[in-house]
C-alpha cells in the first residue's frame, strides 16, 4: 500500500503542474447544469443542446480543473473565448453509447437524454461536447456559447422533496458528493428508503480503500415519492409509475436496471449540492447498473446488495472496467489497437500506462492463472482459507479475459471486486486506481 500511495503523489503533483486554474478568478460558487440529447444508431451520432439552469452551490473540485483525470467515452469542456484556454474539464460514458452496440442500434434510431454540470462562469464561455469511439477518435462534437447573463438560464428553486444528511465528513468544498436519490418508494416507505440510504453508506465505506478516506466524502438522500411501489419489470409486462422510470431488460438484458429519464433525476435532486448520484430503486429483482460520471443504479433489497453496489460506484465513480469475460468473445469494444481508458484493463497495446510499474519481478507477460483459479471459483470461493482468497486477489499480473473478451483483454489479477461478487476486496490494481481519483477530487 506505501508503493501505491506515493506512485499516486507523483501522478497527482505531475497533473497539478499543468491544470490548476483559479476557481475564484473564472467561476462563481454556484453550478451550471447543461442538458443535452445525444441521438443516432450504431454509425451516425450527434450532440444537441436543449438547455442550461443554473442550480444550487458547486459541489465539484477546485483544483486539478482543467485536466480529467480519465480520458472516458466523452468530454464536456469549459473554454475562454478569447483565448480557447480550457477552464474545466470532464470525462463521462453514457447509456446512448452503451445502446450504440446492440444490435437494434442497426436498424432504428433513438435519442438519449444527458446532463452535465460545470461551474458557474462569471463572463461568457464557450462549451465543447464531445464523443469518442473504442478507437479513442472523436465521432461527434458540438460547441456553443453559455452567457451567464441569458435571461433563458432558468434558477433551480426548492421542488418540496424532503432531504438528509447521511454522512459528512467535512464541508461541501472538501469533500466528494453523493446523493442517494429515491425510486419506486411510495409514501408510506420514507423511513424504509433512509435506512436503506444507511446501507448505501455503510457498504460503500466497508470497503477498502473508502473505509480509511471516507472524511473525504459525504452522503446525502433525497426522498421523492413514486406513485407505486417497486420498479418496472417488462419481460413480465409490469410498467409501474416511478418518479425516475427505472426499469430492468435495458437493451433486453434482464439484470440490467438503468432509467434513460436524465432530465428527471437531475429535477428530484433540485437545488441538493452533488457529484455522483446513486439512484436506489426499491426492489429485491438482482441488477443494476454504474455508468462513468453518470448514474450508479442499485437495486435495495437483494441479498447482494453491499456487493453490487461497491461494484457499480467503481465503474461510476472510478470507471472501473468489468474484469468478466463471455465465452469465446475475442473483440467488440476493445480494438488491439487501441489502449483502453479504463484504468484496471489493457489490450498491451500501451501496457506502461497502466499497472506495469506494480508487476512483480520476473512477471510473465501474459500471465498464467494457478491452478487455484482454473475452477468454478465463485461456488466455492467460501471455502478457501485467507492466504488461497489473497494468491488470487494480490497476485498482480496480466490475465487474459476482461472487459467482456476472452481474448485481447487482460486484467490485473486473477479475482477480483470488479469481477466476482464472490471476491470481498478490490486488487491493487483498481486500488490505487480509486486512491488516485479520490486525491484528484480532494487534494
Not at 440529447?37 to 443554473?54: E, M, P, S, T
Not at 475452477?375 to 467482456?404: C, P, S
Request: aromatic share 12%.
Amino acid at each position: 500500500m506505501k508503493r501505491i500511495l506515493l506512485t499516486v503523489t507523483a501522478f497527482l503533483a505531475a497533473l497539478v503542474g499543468v491544470s490548476a486554474q483559479d476557481f475564484d478568478t473564472c467561476f462563481e460558487d454556484a453550478t451550471l447544469r447543461l442538458d443535452y440529447v445525444f441521438c443516432g444508431d450504431n454509425a451516425h451520432q450527434a450532440i444537441y443542446f436543449q438547455q442550461a439552469l443554473r442550480t444550487s452551490a458547486w459541489a465539484g473540485r477546485r483544483s486539478n480543473l482543467s485536466v480529467p483525470l480519465l480520458e472516458g467515452n466523452g468530454q464536456v469542456r469549459v473554454l475562454d473565448p478569447e483565448t480557447g484556454k480550457c477552464l474545466y474539464a470532464n470525462s463521462f460514458s453514457t447509456l446512448f453509447q452503451e445502446w450504440q452496440v446492440t444490435e437494434e442500434a442497426t436498424r432504428v434510431q433513438k435519442a438519449f437524454e444527458n446532463c452535465f454540470q460545470v461551474p458557474f462562469p462569471k463572463r461568457p464561455v464557450d462549451i465543447e461536447v464531445f464523443l469518442l469511439d473504442t478507437h479513442r477518435k472523436r465521432t461527434s462534437y458540438l460547441k456553443h456559447r453559455v452567457d451567464p447573463a441569458d435571461i433563458l438560464i432558468r434558477k433551480t428553486e426548492d421542488n418540496g422533496y424532503s432531504s438528509t444528511v447521511v454522512w459528512q465528513g467535512g464541508s461541501l468544498e472538501e469533500t466528494i458528493d453523493i446523493v442517494v436519490v429515491s425510486e419506486g418508494y411510495d409514501a408510506s416507505q420514507k423511513a424504509k428508503f433512509y435506512r436503506d440510504t444507511e446501507r448505501v453508506a455503510q457498504a460503500l465505506f466497508g470497503h477498502e480503500p473508502f473505509a480509511s478516506r471516507r472524511d473525504r466524502f459525504s452522503v446525502r438522500a433525497v426522498f421523492a415519492p413514486s406513485m407505486d411501489s417497486g420498479v418496472s419489470v417488462p419481460r413480465r409486462g409490469e410498467w409501474l409509475r416511478t418518479v425516475a422510470d427505472s426499469h430492468f431488460d435495458t437493451f433486453y438484458t434482464e439484470r440490467y436496471l438503468t432509467s434513460s429519464s436524465m432530465q428527471k433525476i437531475y429535477d428530484l435532486v433540485g437545488t441538493v449540492p452533488f457529484e455522483h448520484i446513486v439512484l436506489l430503486v426499491n426492489t429485491p429483482i438482482y441488477g443494476g447498473g454504474g455508468i462513468y460520471n453518470s448514474l450508479t443504479i442499485m437495486n435495495s433489497d437483494h441479498p447482494t446488495f453491499i456487493p453490487v453496489m461497491v461494484h457499480e460506484f467503481g465503474h461510476a465513480f472510478v470507471g472501473l472496467a468489468d474484469e468478466y469475460a463471455y465465452g469465446d468473445q475475442v473483440e467488440t469494444s476493445y480494438p488491439a489497437d487501441t489502449e483502453p481508458w479504463e484504468p484496471n484493463i489493457t489490450t498491451l497495446h500501451d501496457f506502461a500506462s497502466k499497472w506495469q510499474d506494480m508487476l512483480p519481478k520476473g512477471t510473465s507477460v501474459p500471465t498464467e492463472t494457478d491452478a487455484l483459479d482454473r475452477q468454478d471459483v465463485r461456488r466455492i470461493w467460501h471455502t478457501f482459507t485467507q492466504a488461497q482468497k489473497d494468491q488470487l486477489n494480490l497476485k498482480v499480473g496480466v490475465y487474459e479475459g476482461a472487459g467482456y473478451q476472452a481474448k485481447g483483454v487482460y486484467r490485473p489479477v486473477q479475482e477480483c471486486r470488479m469481477r466476482i461478487n464472490e471476491c470481498e476486496e478490490f486488487c491493487p490494481v483498481c486500488t490505487r486506481a480509486i486512491v488516485r481519483m479520490i486525491e484528484y477530487y480532494t487534494r
